[in-house]
């Protein structure tokens, strides 16, 4: 190899190392853009998933309180509709029926008792 060309041979190695060292920068910039995209997917479709739990656990809790005032209303017509007094008057009114004289009124003795 004459002594003219080792210059030249020199530059054409030291141009395809920077070449391959400018490709693997390259390469390497290119797999990080990739990964930091991941992570912002990631890290969106996150807040994304969150924001919608948050409504549905909020719609969750106003139904929650919903069934709990209808349950205080079903309370309140319960007690109303087992009131002794609208039952007495149902008795007497609507079904006629009157209390028992002295002499209908048979005593039984206690669950102990042995006659």
Known sequence: MPVDEIPAR???IEH???KKSTGLRYSSLMIGAFVLM?????YV???LRMTDLEYKVA???NRKEQLLEEQRKLKVEVATLKAPNRIESIA???LQM???QREQ???LGEIGDKQ
Do not use: D, N, R
């Open 10 to 12: 020199t530059s054409q």
């Open 16 to 18: 395809q190392e920077q």
């Open 38 to 42: 991941g992570v912002a997917l990631v």
């Open 45 to 47: 479709w996150s807040h």
């Open 59 to 61: 719609a969750e809790m």
């Open 92 to 94: 007497k009114e609507k």
């Open 98 to 100: 009157v209390y028992p």
């Open 105 to 107: 009124v048979i005593h």
